[in-house]
């Protein structure tokens, strides 16, 4: 079986050192870049990554656009790192995509937890396939279609959509949202869940109506 690459984008050496010994010792396959337009280079020319580490501040394109770049052509899922530890920062990240956000300094073995969390959810395995209203989830694939066509969603979207598929009819409070689908303690808040079923909403076009607003508390996705 192929070891999965990692494409680590950051213009410290010394932390791409950090970060690729922590990974290669999971078995990861890790390449380095130590610009945006190095890492957009490699990115397109190599069809086969399955994660990319990103951090913001960098010379020549930083994290912000070379994400944008990344998301023109791919979902793949995508970890910011960043020095700056804003909440408009990370509603900017998710604005743009960012699956997760880790600010500097941060434990190499929480990166890599969060890394192998990621990767076991968007590689799938459990074959387990939900459909209501129309909306089809297929875990396995990582694949959501609305009456027979596909649309596309970022890892995040996906995951939200899952969640709620899978409670169907139940009340989630953003707190309960955000402890099982953003996990690993993340100390985001409520405009984070919002943004993102705002842009899932969007996607689901009609369908998006199936995910209902309970004021003051959080959402139901009820067909």
């Known amino acids: 079986m192929d070891k999965k690459k990692i494409l680590v984008v950051d213009d410290e050496a010394r932390l791409r050192k950090l970060v690729k010994d922590f990974l290669v010792h999971e078995d990861y396959e890790v390449i380095e870049a130590g610009d945006g337009e190095e890492a957009s280079d490699i990115f397109f020319k190599d069809k086969d990554i399955a994660l990319v580490i990103l951090d913001v501040m960098m010379p020549k394109m930083d994290g912000w656009e070379t994400c944008r770049q990344i998301r023109k052509y791919s979902q793949v899922p995508i970890i910011m790192l960043t020095a700056k530890s804003e909440e408009r920062d990370e509603l ?24 192998n969390a990621v990767l076991r959810r968007t590689s799938g395995g459990e074959g387990d396939v939900i459909e209501a209203g129309g909306i089809k989830l297929d875990r396995s694939a990582h694949q959501v279609s609305i009456d027979g066509n596909i649309i596309e969603l970022s890892f995040k979207e996906f995951e939200l959509l899952d969640y709620f598929m899978s409670n169907q009819g139940v009340a989630l409070s953003r707190d309960k949202i955000l402890n099982n689908v953003w996990n690993y303690d993340y100390y985001g808040d409520a405009r984070t869940i919002d943004t993102h079923v705002k842009k899932l909403r969007a996607k689901l076009g009609d369908k998006g109506e199936n995910i209902r607003t309970i004021w003051g508390m959080g959402y139901k996705f009820e067909v």
């Open 92 to 115: 900017k990240g998710f604005e743009l995509g960012v699956d997760e956000y880790i600010s500097k300094p941060f434990s190499p073995k929480v990166l890599v937890a969060r890394v």
